[in-house]
């Protein structure tokens, strides 16, 4: 029985709490704050409606470190769920050191003004929770999250040695707009536009953003151009599993969505480089945002399954072999459930997964972890329990890319 506070009221943290009051054993109190409590009190009558479930709402601007320092002060939750913007990292996570409070997040911290994805930042507070007896998870959404427990469950139960790890994000569904992200759309397109890096024998390797196409049958979903992106998890995965020879991350495009993004790029409007507009400075990539559609609201307008999994090869008492483990979801099924697409689903319930095995102290430790260190068993189960059932195929070669 656990108080919870989640920071953040979009669309993956409506998921995490419609997920969390499901559980009231586990999480017996849930507040949900956000830089608007609009944004929470919608999702709470949402909870309400379909769990007959009370959540608390709070407003917190969770930039100022003070301001959640009181939130958390007078909530005193066993955990933090930041599932706010990566801008907002660093700044709960202090919060939380100065509070004694646990920390957990799904993506891992970006500076505002440089398209950089890295760990460095908060791999730094590593001594900082150690010595305060504290545990920060860092990344438990599903890539990265499930794509790390995916890597670390093949390496404890199949493999003796891996050599190759590919991680296919496909996204089958169809929303009906031109164009729309299916998550945050600074975010997302800060992701797509930057360079792609991929591991290979013991350095990086980086091309040019969306570069490098393969053409892949995804199970459920149908063949589907896949492009060669960096993705956070890689080096966190590298950095635990050094054997690893060769990283890589794919995503699917269709071709209207990349029209768009090279037409929206060349006039500028991706950049994140501060304008004047009308004596106002604004940032180009914010003001798109406010343009399109929220992702939010693409879960009643969404048709069709994502599926996202890992290809893994390697070797066992001297048997070499190609893995594939992997989840579909479909959207409809997600909007029925909790009033969101598949997209925000399979963000929000690992983060309630790994929130959960945090408060029963089944996934314990001082210090930050990445969640391929912690034993994917237990959160294995969960996923099959908890609406992000997983297939493990055995492919009779290896990719042929
Ligand atoms: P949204 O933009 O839908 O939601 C973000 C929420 O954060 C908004 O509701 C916003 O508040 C709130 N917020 C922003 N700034 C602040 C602040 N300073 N203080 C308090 N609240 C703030 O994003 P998503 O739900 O799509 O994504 C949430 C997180 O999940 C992101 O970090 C994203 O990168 C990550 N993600 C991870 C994935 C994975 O697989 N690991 C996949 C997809 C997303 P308000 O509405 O109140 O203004």
Known sequence: M???????????????????????????????????????????????????VQIKTAEVDADEVDQTVR?????????????ALPYQDLALMDACLKSGVPYLDTANYEPRDEA????????EYQNRFEEAGLMALLGSGFDPGVTNVFTAWLIKH?????????ILDC???????????????????????????????????????????????????????????????????VKHFPEIKRARFWMTFGDAYLQHLEVLQ????????????????????????????DPGGLGERTKGKTCIGNIVT???????????????????????????????????????????????????????FNMEQLDPDPFMDMLNTHGLPWKLRNLETPLAF
């Open 2 to 52: 656990s108080k919870v506070l989640v920071i953040g009221a979009g669309g993956v943290g409506s998921v995490a709490v419609h997920k969390m009051a499901q559980l009231p054993k586990v999480f017996s109190s849930i507040t949900l704050a956000s830089r608007r409590e609009s944004s929470c009190l919608k999702i709470a009558k949402s909870v309400k409606e379909r769990f007959g």
């Open 71 to 83: 939130l958390l002060e007078q909530v005193k939750p066993a955990l933090l769920v930041n599932l």
């Open 116 to 123: 950089k994805f890295e760990y460095r930042w908060q791999w």
């Open 158 to 166: 199949h493999f003796d040695r891996v050599d190759t790890l590919d």
């Open 171 to 237: 996204n089958g569904g169809d929303h009906g707009h031109p164009f729309a992200t299916n998550f945050n759309p600074e975010i997302n397109i800060r992701e797509v536009t930057a360079p792609a890096r991929h591991w290979e024998n013991g350095d990086w390797s980086e091309t040019p953003a969306l570069f490098q196409k393969q053409s892949f049958s995804f199970p459920e979903v149908g063949d589907r151009n896949m492009y060669l992106m960096y993705h956070e998890e890689l080096e966190s995965l």
């Open 266 to 293: 060349n006039v500028g409007l991706t950049s994140i480089e501060p304008i004047y507009y009308e004596g106002k400075e604004i940032i180009p990539l914010q003001f798109l945002k406010a343009l399109l559609p």
């Open 314 to 368: 390697g070797e066992k008492n001297g048997n070499f072999s190609t893995k594939y483990l992997f989840n579909v979801c479909d959207h409809e099924e997600c909007y029925n459930e909790v009033g969101s697409q598949a997209v925000s689903y399979t963000t929000g319930v690992p983060a309630m997964i790994g929130a959960a095995l945090m408060v029963q102290g089944i996934w314990k430790g001082r210090g930050v």
